[in-house]
Nanobody
């Protein structure tokens, strides 16, 4: 059973930084992609970034490039977020799945079978 648990959310001011973590377990060879999504009130769930567990290749949505960085240890995936903006606020979810590619298609929610409970990020002016 794949399990995902996010932590590290909180409140920061505009321009601040946060690092989210996702602890994962129960992976099999069927699940080779881990991603971060976010959901803001009134908006659709948005894919933020993803990583292939086999080779560490990553993809970021355009709005977070050069501000967010993914890195992982054996059992945790981290999302380092810098220069945060109010539009980055929302509930951040970690998800596990298998995507044939590491591009914008890998940020489609339908590629993911397992989801964590989410962690809240608030950015104030």
């Amino acid at each position: 059973q794949v399990q995902l648990l996010e932590s590290g959310g909180g409140s920061v001011q505009f321009g601040g930084s946060l690092t989210l973590s996702c602890s994962f377990s129960g992976f099999t060879s069927d699940y080779d992609t881990i991603a971060w999504f976010r959901k803001a009130p009134g908006k659709e769930r948005e894919g933020v970034s993803c990583i292939k567990t086999a080779d560490g290749s990553t993809f970021y949505t355009e709005s977070v490039k050069d501000r967010f960085t993914l890195f992982r240890t054996k059992m945790k995936l981290y999302l380092q977020m810098k220069t945060l903006k109010p539009e980055d606020a929302g509930i951040y979810y970690c998800a596990a799945g298998s995507s044939p590619s590491i591009d914008r298609n890998a940020l489609e929610p339908s590629e993911y079978d397992y989801w964590g409970q989410g962690t809240q990020v608030t950015v104030s002016l």
